[in-house]
T-cell receptor
Framework: ETGVTQSPTHLIKTRGQQVTLRCSSQ?????VSWYQQALGQGPQFIFQ???????GRGNFPPRFSGLQFPNYSSELNVNALELDDSALYLC??????????????FGEGSRLTVL | GDSVTQMEGPVTLSEEACLTI???????????LFWYVQYPGEGLQLLLK?????DKGSNKGFEATYRKETTSFHLEKGSVQVSDSAVYFC?????????????FGQGTELSVKP
């Protein structure tokens, strides 16, 4: 069983640039969620995708956007990067089934540094 | 809104000491509760979970009991090892959440010395 994989693992951008992060969900999982983890903090929910549509969003501005593809993989796009966007971005997948307890399976993350 | 509060770290213990990391939550209804662990350089891994009041989750010698009356889910281990050094996150999933949104505490760093 293949787990959640993310790419790239590290990247450096400058203010104002745009970035795309990618995630492959665990086999059999049809829901993908993205989290931002600032240094020394807990992960913060950005949004969730199910059936290629955004299905729940946290307190993040519209310049954070995403996609989900038919194979359930996903992208996170951030436009007009700001210094505060520097963080570890985590992707997590889960099966969307009735009675789901909300357990998530996380990738190792993409470390974004904005200079 | 829903929230999770953990005791602040870092927590430094000697090997074989007892561990308790406090976690309290605020939520409507009966959320599911989780402890995730993040080892250095790795992603978050589920350590244990409990889905209803009075449930006890356990794994790798760690335990936590879902206490509805005190809205708590404290993590305990009777004898820690150096390999337990990591950051521990308490989290909740609101009722009706069909996967995706977890609310995390700020994390508690544990350092175990030989």
């Amino acid at each position: 069983e293949t787990g959640v994989t993310q790419s790239p693992t590290h990247l450096i951008k400058t203010r104002g640039q745009q970035v795309t992060l990618r995630c492959s969900s665990q086999s059999g999982h049809n829901t993908v969620s993205w989290y931002q983890q600032a240094l020394g903090q807990g992960p913060q929910f950005i949004f969730q995708y199910y059936r290629e549509e955004e299905n729940g969003r946290g307190n993040f501005p519209p310049r954070f956007s995403g996609l989900q593809f038919p194979n359930y993989s996903s992208e996170l796009n951030v436009n007009a990067l700001e210094l505060d966007d520097s963080a570890l971005y985590l992707c997590a997948s889960s099966p969307r089934v009735a009675g789901s307890t909300g357990e998530l399976f996380f990738g190792e993350g993409s470390r974004l540094t904005v200079l | 809104g829903d929230s999770v509060t953990q005791m602040e770290g870092p927590v430094t213990l000697s090997e074989e000491a007892c561990l308790t990391i406090n976690c309290t939550y605020t939520a409507t209804g009966y959320p599911s509760l989780f402890w995730y662990v993040q080892y250095p350089g790795e992603g978050l891994q589920l350590l244990l979970k409990a889905t209803k009041a009075d449930d006890k989750g356990s794994n790798k010698g760690f335990e936590a009991t879902y206490r509805k009356e005190t809205t708590s889910f404290h993590l305990e281990k009777g004898s820690v090892q150096v390999s337990d050094s990591a950051v521990y996150f308490c989290a909740l999933s609101a009722p009706g959440n069909q996967g995706g949104k977890l609310i995390f505490g700020q994390g508690t760093e544990l350092s175990v010395k030989p």
